[in-house]
C-alpha cells in the first residue's frame, strides 16, 4: 500500500511541476537567448488596380517602389541594418530592434535577423487566392519564392537551422512587413499589425527540405518611409506581443479601444515601455517589464534592487511599509536596471488590486542607450525628454509565477499609469470651428481643438499622457466618441504643439522634489473604474475590484539629484504634514494622521474631471460630490493660521472615535450647501481662537451627544 502510494504521488508531482507557468518564460517566445528572427518585407506591384497603391503620392519614399517581380533584385531597401543587426555584438548594435531588445534584457535577449524582399503583382495575387488578404498574399509570395529557386536570403543565413528555437521543423520567429496595403484592401492599415500563433501558414522550401513558416511571427503594414529609424514602431509592439502576452497586455501607449479585456482605468493611458507603439512616450522599457521577464543586470541580487546612499552596495528596492523609512540610490535606470516599487497601503478591499509606485532614473541624453521620448530623433518639434526620475503606478498584475490564468490575467489591460511631475489637472477643451490646427509634428492630422490646463486636481485630474473625456451636454454615459487624445495643451495662454500626449519635458523629477499626501502629484493611489469600451457605447460595472477611494497616508518621496547624475531618494511613512496648498476632490478617506502646516490652504471642492461613467443625479457630472472621512483611531490637525474651505457641496465625515482639531487662529469654512458631521465617538476640538465659519447654508452637524471641546 505504502508503494503504491509512494508510486502514485511521484506520478503526479510531474504534472503539477508541468501545470506552472513563468511569466518570465515568455508568452509565445522565450525571454531569453540567441535568435534569428526572417523578416518577409513584400512590396506590392498595382498592376491591376494602381489607384488602389496607398504609397502612390507618398512624400518620403525610403522604401522604394517595385516595377518588376523579384526576390532581393530590386526595391531593396538600404537601411534594413538599421533595423536589425545580422550578428550580435554586446554594446556594438546598430540595429534599433536588436538593440532595443539587448539594452532591455542585459544582453539576456539576443535578437538578430535576415531578410527576404519580394516584390509581388497584385494580378498575381488576385489570380491565385481567393481575397486579397495580408495572409494570403504571404502564402503567395513564399509560393513565388519556392517556384524562383527557393530559400535565400540578403545576408545568406540560408540554413534554416539557424532560425529553428526548438526541435519542430517550423521557423521560431518570422515577420512580415507590407510596404503597401490598406485594411480596406490587404486587411492591414499602415501602422497596424497582428502577432501571434498561426497567423498564416506556408511551406518554404530549401536545399535542406521543407519547412512551415508561421508558428509564430507577427503581420504588419509599414508603409514606404523609414520606419526603421523608430525604436517604438508597430513592429516592436506586435513583436513584444509574443513575450508579455495578447490584447489583454497592452499597456505603455500600445492600448486601443478595439479588444474587450477589463481595463482598470476609464480612459486610454500612454506611458512608456516595450508594450508601447505609436501612443508611447520614452522608447526603452521600464522596470515592471523587466521585473516581469526577469531581466536584471549581471551583477544585481535581485530582480527589483537599487543601491544604497553611499553607492556601495545593492538594496532590495520592492518594498511596503512594513519596511519602514527607506533610503535608495539610483543609478541610470537603461543602464543598470536600479529602480525602486513601493506597494501602496490600502486597496478598500481584499479583491482590489495591490497597487505600486515605480520609480527610475532615466539619464535622458547623457546614456547613451535608446531613451529619449519617441520621435525626438526625427523631428525637430518633438522635446528630447528630461533626465531625472520618470514614475508610473502599477495596479495589479502582480503574479509572476503559478496558475496560467493567475499569470496571464487577461481583465487589467492598460495598467500603468504615468506619474507626471506636471501633476494633474481639470482641462477644458476649446473648439476651434474657424481655425483649423496643422501639427507640423510627426503626421498628426488636422484637429479643430486645444485642451486648456485649469486647476489643480491631484487626486482626479488628468496628467497629459492619457486621453481625455469631454461628454456633452446631453450625454449621459461617457462614450468613446467624447474621449480624446492631448495633441495641442494651452497653459497660462501658452500653447504647446509638440504632441504633450507622447510625452514632454516636464514629466521627470528633474531636481530636488518631495512629494507626499499634499502635493501635486501625491503619493496616494490612483483610482480604478474597470470597464471595456470597444465601440462609441461602454461596457461599465460595479466591479469589486474598484478601488473609488484615495486614501491618505504619510508616505513621502524625496528625490534628490547628485553631481553624479544618480539621484538619492528618501521614502517615509510617517510624514503627516499638508505642506503646499491643495485641491482635493472625490471621495477621499484619513485612516492615519494628517496635519495642515501653518498658513496653508486646504480646498474641498467638486471634482470636474470625468471619473465614473455616469452623470451623477445631484451634480450633474461625471463625478460625485466630494466626502473627507475621518476613520475611526485618525488624526486631522488645522494648525494655526491654516485655512480648510468646502465649497461645492463637499462634506466631512469624522467617524466614532476620530480627531479633528482646529487650533488656535485656525479656520474652518463651511461653505454653501456643504456638511461637516461629527458622528458620537468622535472629538471635535476648537481652540480658543479657532474659527468654524458658515457661509449661506454650510451646516455644521453634531450628532445627539457630541460636543465640542475647547
Not at 503583382?121 to 502564402?139: C, D, G, Q, T, V
Not at 531613451?371 to 503574479?399: E, F, H, M, W
Not at 472621512?629 to 488645522?638: N, R
Amino acid at each position: 500500500m505504502g508503494k503504491r502510494l509512494l508510486v502514485l504521488i511521484l506520478a503526479i508531482c510531474p504534472l503539477l511541476a508541468a501545470a506552472q507557468s513563468h511569466s518570465w518564460d515568455g508568452r509565445n517566445i522565450p525571454s531569453r537567448g540567441k535568435f534569428r528572427i526572417l523578416n518577409i518585407l513584400i512590396n506590392i506591384i498595382y498592376d491591376v488596380h494602381p489607384e488602389k497603391d496607398p504609397c502612390r503620392n507618398e512624400e518620403v519614399i525610403r522604401w522604394p517602389e517595385a516595377t518588376k517581380e523579384g526576390v532581393n533584385s530590386s526595391s531593396v531597401p538600404n537601411f534594413l541594418l538599421q533595423f536589425m543587426d545580422t550578428s550580435y555584438i554586446p554594446g556594438k548594435n546598430k540595429g534599433a530592434i536588436t538593440r532595443l531588445y539587448g539594452e532591455s534584457s542585459f544582453d539576456m535577449l539576443q535578437l538578430t535577423a535576415d531578410y527576404m524582399v519580394i516584390n509581388l503583382k497584385e494580378s498575381r495575387i488576385l489570380n491565385e487566392a481567393e481575397s486579397f488578404s495580408y495572409n494570403l498574399i504571404a502564402e503567395i509570395a513564399i509560393d513565388y519564392v519556392n517556384a524562383t529557386g527557393g530559400f535565400r536570403t540578403l545576408y545568406r543565413h540560408n540554413n534554416p537551422k539557424e532560425y529553428i528555437w526548438d526541435k519542430s521543423e517550423r521557423f521560431g520567429y518570422t515577420q512580415v512587413l507590407f510596404r503597401n496595403i490598406t485594411a480596406a484592401y490587404g486587411g492591414i492599415n499602415r501602422g497596424s499589425g497582428f502577432s501571434g500563433k498561426n497567423l498564416w501558414e506556408a511551406t518554404l522550401k530549401t536545399k535542406y527540405g521543407d519547412y512551415i513558416l508561421g508558428a509564430n511571427g507577427t503581420m504588419q503594414c509599414v508603409g514606404a518611409g523609414d520606419f526603421f529609424s523608430n525604436p517604438s514602431s508597430i513592429i516592436k509592439h506586435e513583436l513584444s506581443h509574443s513575450l508579455f502576452g495578447g490584447n489583454s497586455f497592452h499597456a505603455s501607449g500600445g492600448n486601443h479601444r478595439g479588444s474587450s479585456e477589463l481595463m482598470p482605468f476609464l480612459s486610454v493611458q500612454k506611458g512608456y515601455g516595450l508594450m508601447g507603439a505609436s501612443e508611447s512616450g520614452l522608447v526603452s522599457c521600464n522596470g515592471y517589464e523587466r521585473w516581469r521577464m526577469h531581466w536584471k543586470h549581471p551583477d544585481a541580487p535581485d530582480y527589483i534592487c537599487a543601491r544604497n546612499a553611499d553607492n556601495s552596495g545593492f538594496l532590495r528596492s520592492d518594498i511596503s511599509r512594513e519596511n519602514g523609512a527607506q533610503t535608495f540610490l539610483l543609478r541610470d535606470f537603461v543602464t543598470y536596471g536600479d529602480a525602486v516599487r513601493i506597494r501602496l497601503p490600502y486597496k478598500g478591499n481584499d479583491k482590489a488590486s495591490n497597487q505600486y509606485i515605480w520609480l527610475e532614473n532615466h539619464q535622458v541624453g547623457y546614456n547613451g542607450k535608446l531613451d529619449y521620448l519617441q520621435y525626438s530623433n526625427l523631428y525637430d518639434c518633438r522635446p528630447k525628454g528630461t533626465a531625472g526620475i520618470y514614475a508610473y503606478y502599477q495596479v495589479g498584475r502582480d503574479v509572476l509565477e503559478g496558475r496560467e490564468q493567475d499569470v496571464w490575467n487577461p481583465d487589467e489591460r492598460d495598467n500603468l499609469r504615468i506619474i507626471s511631475a506636471e501633476g494633474y489637472y481639470n482641462f477644458n477643451l476649446r473648439f476651434t470651428p474657424d481655425t483649423v490646427y496643422r501639427i507640423n509634428c510627426v503626421n498628426y492630422s488636422n484637429h479643430n481643438y486645444v485642451m486648456v490646463r485649469k486647476a489643480a486636481n491631484p487626486f482626479n485630474g488628468y496628467n497629459d499622457q492619457e486621453n481625455m473625456f469631454f461628454p456633452e451636454e446631453g450625454d449621459n454615459r461617457l462614450g468613446k466618441s467624447s474621449e480624446l487624445s492631448m495633441w495641442r495643451k494651452v497653459v497660462n495662454g501658452r500653447a504647446d504643439n509638440a504632441l504633450p500626449s507622447l510625452g514632454d519635458n516636464l514629466d521627470a523629477f528633474s531636481k530636488h522634489t518631495k512629494i507626499g499626501m499634499s502635493t501635486n502629484p501625491s503619493t496616494c493611489n490612483t483610482r480604478t473604474y474597470y470597464n471595456f469600451m470597444a465601440g462609441w457605447g461602454s461596457n461599465y460595472e460595479e466591479n469589486p475590484r474598484n478601488l473609488r477611494t484615495t486614501f491618505l497616508s504619510g508616505l513621502s518621496i524625496e528625490m534628490i539629484p547628485q553631481k553624479d547624475r544618480n539621484i538619492l531618494v528618501r521614502i517615509r511613512w510617517d510624514d503627516y504634514d499638508i505642506t503646499d496648498d491643495a485641491n482635493w476632490t472625490g471621495n477621499i478617506a484619513l485612516k492615519e494622521k494628517a496635519f495642515l502646516q501653518p498658513r496653508r490652504h486646504l480646498l474641498l471642492t467638486q471634482n470636474l474631471t470625468p471619473e465614473q461613467p455616469y452623470r451623477d443625479s445631484v451634480t450633474g457630472l461625471f463625478a460625485r460630490p466630494t466626502l473627507l472621512t475621518c476613520e475611526a483611531g485618525s488624526e486631522f490637525v488645522l494648525q494655526s493660521h491654516s485655512t480648510m474651505e468646502m465649497e461645492k457641496g463637499s462634506r466631512v465625515l469624522l467617524k466614532s472615535g476620530s480627531r479633528f482639531e482646529i487650533a488656535e487662529k485656525a479656520l474652518l469654512k463651511i461653505g454653501k450647501d456643504c456638511v461637516f458631521e461629527v458622528e458620537p465617538g468622535a472629538q471635535l476640538i476648537v481652540h480658543q481662537n479657532g474659527k468654524i465659519k458658515n457661509i449661506s447654508n454650510g451646516k455644521l452637524l453634531l450628532h445627539k451627544g457630541v460636543k465640542i471641546f475647547k
